[in-house]
């Protein structure tokens, strides 16, 4: 028995959902040793890597009889390095060692921090900015010897090929200046524009000979719609279209005589009103000429602007009526429909601002992920105002900088999984 033969269109399907399968796992079950710079709670490496712990509880560099302890403490002050000098495992006058550190992060920044004796360390003159996860080069004299040491402080970092990254779906864009709007939302209707509607009466009284023109047929303008016979001529004349249009009502049979109904009501849809209501103090807001993005309930969204506020209420429901005209060449928007629009009432210009689907918790931080190549670091942000889209950012992110817009849950799973969450 021989076994049905698949399309060559189905079987790459399956091979490509089968490849993007095996890199999502490789990409979220990574090894440890290999994930997001392996950093532990303390400070440098994962815990399995056993960086040696001075009495303090921080890192211990030692070279020969000299040794550093670095610490960051966050209790309290801005976080700060604290470094504590020992001497053949006795503690040192701080006044005696010169030290220096410096901390190169992805991107290119570069803090060099200095430090001044207190009390008994060595305390750092600057912040440690968030996040703390950078290369660090220690540089310390003491006794007219120079002690040097690097190594890696990585948190909340990851690396990921960027083949892999396209297709797991993770998008990024550049961080820079947005507009945010403070919008109102409305409710109303399309309408057909009054001047865009024409209802056609016969101009003799007579009989219908013919019908052309049938419900929902588009026509041109001049084209005949039907054929009447007059009643006092007997002669026939050709009922015509007077406008572009659609037939959205038709009132004759063949045979039918005719008097001063309405036989053929057409209209233009090329362009409509959407009337929207404005109700109680948000008539103080809305205004002529500001923009309204409108939607309908299939979906569809338009923009358009406001230009004409009626001057009187609606009886019934104490509403004004807001007009705005749009251009509706697939006919999408359809005389009737319940429509909303916001109203953009206020526009602010933002030196830098971030998508909100970009957001993510981290610790008791708000964080996005920045890329730098096919590796991607959380940045700590200082957020401000926003809109339905946007957020101000005050802090944390440097304008320019690629980060991750949709799927940055991917980066964050990756980066928990390997416990590379903070490090001290």
Same mark, same amino acid.
């Given at each position: 028995?021989?076994?049905?033969?698949?399309?060559?269109?189905?079987?790459?399907?399956?091979?490509?959902?089968?490849?993007?399968?095996?890199?999502?796992?490789?990409?979220?079950?990574?090894?440890?040793?290999?994930?997001?710079?392996?950093?532990?709670?303390?400070?440098?490496?994962?815990?399995? *890597?056993?960086?040696?712990?001075?009495?303090?509880?921080?890192?211990?560099?030692?070279?020969?009889?000299?040794?550093?302890?670095?610490?960051?403490?966050?209790?309290?002050?801005?976080? =700060?390095? +604290?470094?504590?000098?020992? /001497?053949?495992? =006795?503690?040192?006058?701080?006044?005696?060692?010169?030290?220096?550190?410096?901390?190169?992060?992805?991107?290119?920044?570069?803090?060099?921090?200095?430090?001044?004796?207190?009390?008994?360390?060595?305390? %750092?003159?600057?912040?440690?900015?968030?996040?703390?996860?950078?290369?660090?080069?220690?540089? /310390?004299?003491?006794?007219?010897? =120079?002690?040097?040491?690097?190594?890696?402080? +990585?948190?909340?970092?990851?690396?990921?090929?960027? /083949?892999?990254?396209?297709? #797991?779906?993770?998008?990024?864009?550049?961080?820079?200046?947005?507009?945010?709007?403070? @919008?109102?939302?409305?409710? %109303?209707?399309?309408?057909?524009?009054?001047?865009?509607?024409?209802?056609?009466?016969?101009?003799?009284?007579?009989?219908?000979?013919?019908?052309?023109?049938?419900?929902?047929?588009?026509?041109?303008?001049?084209?005949?719609? /039907?054929?009447?016979?007059?009643? *006092?001529?007997?002669?026939?004349?050709?009922?015509?279209?007077?406008?572009?249009?659609?037939?959205?009502?038709?009132?004759?049979?063949? %045979?039918?005589?005719? %008097?001063?109904?309405?036989?053929?009501?057409?209209?233009?849809?090329?362009?409509?009103?959407?009337?929207?209501?404005?109700?109680?103090?948000?008539?103080?807001?809305?205004?002529?000429?500001?923009? @309204?993005?409108?939607?309908?309930?299939?979906?569809?969204?338009?923009?358009?602007?406001?230009?004409?506020?009626?001057?009187?209420?609606?009886?019934?429901?104490? #509403?004004?009526?807001?007009?705005?005209?749009?251009?509706?060449?697939?006919?999408?928007?359809?005389?009737?429909?319940?429509?909303?629009?916001?109203?953009?009432?206020?526009?602010?210009?933002?030196?830098?601002?971030?998508?909100?689907?970009?957001?993510?918790?981290?610790?008791?931080?708000?964080?996005?992920?920045?890329?730098?190549?096919?590796?991607?670091?959380?940045?700590?942000?200082?957020?401000?105002?926003?809109?339905?889209?946007?957020?101000?950012?005050?802090?944390?992110? *440097?304008?320019?900088?690629?980060?991750?817009?949709?799927?940055?849950?991917?980066?964050?799973?990756?980066?928990?999984?390997?416990?590379?969450?903070?490090?001290?």
């Amino acid at each position: 028995m021989s076994l049905p033969k698949k399309s060559p269109a189905i079987a790459i399907a399956v091979i490509a959902l089968l490849a993007l399968a095996v890199l999502l796992v490789m990409v979220l079950d990574k090894p440890e040793s290999t994930a997001a710079g392996n950093t532990s709670a303390h400070g440098g490496q994962a815990d399995h *890597e056993e960086v040696p712990r001075g009495p303090q509880g921080g890192r211990l560099l030692e070279q020969d009889n000299f040794a550093l302890e670095l610490t960051i403490v966050e209790q309290g002050v801005p976080p =700060e390095y +604290h470094v504590y000098a020992y /001497a053949d495992g =006795e503690p040192l006058d701080p006044d005696n060692v010169d030290l220096t550190i410096t901390l190169d992060r992805l991107g290119g920044r570069q803090d060099r921090i200095g430090f001044k004796p207190f009390e008994d360390y060595l305390r %750092g003159q600057q912040t440690v900015v968030e996040p703390h996860s950078f290369d660090v080069t220690v540089e /310390a004299s003491y006794q007219g010897e =120079e002690y040097r040491w690097q190594f890696d402080n +990585h948190e909340g970092r990851t690396t990921i090929p960027n /083949a892999m990254a396209e297709l #797991s779906g993770i998008a990024t864009e550049t961080a820079g200046p947005q507009t945010l709007e403070r @919008v109102v939302t409305l409710h %109303g209707r399309v309408q057909v524009d009054p001047d865009r509607l024409s209802q056609l009466r016969a101009r003799f009284p007579g009989v219908v000979q013919s019908i052309e023109g049938d419900l929902g047929t588009r026509v041109k303008q001049g084209e005949t719609l /039907a054929v009447i016979q007059s009643n *006092e001529s007997l002669q026939n004349y050709t009922l015509k279209a007077p406008i572009d249009g659609v037939i959205v009502k038709r009132n004759l049979q063949i %045979g039918q005589a005719t %008097g001063d109904a309405v036989l053929f009501v057409i209209a233009d849809l090329s362009q409509v009103w959407v009337q929207l209501d404005v109700f109680g103090r948000d008539t103080e807001q809305v205004e002529v000429g500001q923009t @309204v993005h409108v939607g309908n309930l299939e979906g569809y969204e338009r923009e358009g602007v406001i230009d004409w506020i009626s001057p009187l209420a609606e009886h019934a429901s104490q #509403s004004v009526r807001a007009r705005i005209v749009l251009d509706n060449p697939d006919g999408r928007l359809r005389p009737g429909q319940f429509v909303h629009g916001e109203v953009v009432v206020e526009q602010e210009e933002v030196p830098l601002a971030v998508r909100h689907s970009a957001i993510q918790d981290f610790r008791d931080f708000k964080v996005v992920y920045a890329k730098f190549d096919d590796t991607y670091e959380v940045r700590m942000l200082e957020l401000g105002r926003r809109d339905a889209q946007w957020v101000e950012v005050l802090g944390g992110l *440097e304008p320019g900088t690629p980060y991750v817009t949709q799927n940055s849950y991917l980066i964050k799973a990756d980066i928990e999984k390997s416990g590379a969450t903070h490090a001290h």
